[in-house]
Structures are given as C-alpha cells and as structure tokens.
C-alpha cells in the first residue's frame, strides 16, 4: 500500500494562516482606553493660584549685565552700586535660577572686575551666565549709557 495516501499526516498539517482578529480586538479596545483617558489626564486639577508682584520676564528680552572698562555695573540700561546687582536682579527677575543672564564685559575692564560680577549673580543665586562677545574682524561697540556727572 505504498501508493495510497497517509490519513493521518492530512489530519494534522500546519495551518499557513495566522488569525489577526484577537490582535485587532485588543488594539481596538487600547484604542478606546487612551482616548477616554487622554482629556481626563490634561484637565488635571483646579486650583487658585496665589497672586505675584514681579511681573514675568519676556523670554525675547535677554537679562543683560554689562560692566564698562571703568568698572561700573549695569542691568539692562540702570547703572548700579558696587555690590548691588545681586539686588537688582532679584527686584527686576525675582528668585529663578534657571534664567539666562547675558554678561557683557569690556575688552579693555580689568578680568577682576568682570569675575567680581558673576560672583555677586552666583551668590544671589543665578548660576546661569553667558559671556557675550563678538566674532574676530566684527568687534563693534555697542552703545552703554555714560557715567552720572558727580558734583
């Protein structure tokens, strides 16, 4: 009987299809899970918020600390005493380390008085300074109010 076929090798063949339709099902149903949670995870909780005096920085506008060949310090355009700019940035930008101040130094100001600036930003709690210069063959000046006329 070697030429009839085998009952038993047709019976248990491997099947060559591969039944998706549980894969679809438990997508669908992850489908639906996500996008009933979703709104309820973005909502989150309501809160009153407590009122602020410092009004928020711009981002677009850099904190700019400059100090001029003859030593003196200014944030922004306001010239400050010696020893008061951890102060000052504390009234304009209040109590974020994390904001970026952009430290302008003139080529001719002696290094002590320019470390001597980032030490007062340090210890008043803002460690994130940029040292702002200019590329080779573009220096240019940038105008820095003048001294007060003393008396």
Do not use: C, W
Not at 30 to 50: E, H, K, W
Not at 79 to 91: D, E, S, T, V
Not at 120 to 145: N, S, Y
């Amino acid at each position: 009987m070697a030429g009839a076929p085998k009952l038993e090798s047709s019976l248990y063949r491997p099947l060559a299809e591969i039944n998706v339709t549980p894969l679809v099902d438990v997508m669908l149903v992850l489908l639906i899970v996500f996008m009933i949670t979703a709104p309820l995870l973005a909502t989150g909780m309501r809160v009153d918020l407590p009122q602020a005096k410092a009004a928020p920085v711009d981002p677009k506008e850099p904190v700019i600390v400059t100090v001029r060949k003859d030593g003196a310090t200014f944030l922004g355009t306001e010239q400050l005493p010696p020893g008061g700019l951890g102060a000052a940035m504390h009234a304009k930008i209040g109590d974020n380390p994390a904001t970026l101040i952009h430290l302008r130094g003139d080529r001719e100001a002696r290094y002590g008085e320019i470390v001597t600036a980032m030490d007062e930003l340090a210890r008043a709690g803002f460690a994130k300074i940029a040292l702002i210069t200019t590329t080779q063959g573009h220096a240019e000046r940038q105008a820095v109010p003048a001294p007060a006329a003393t008396p």
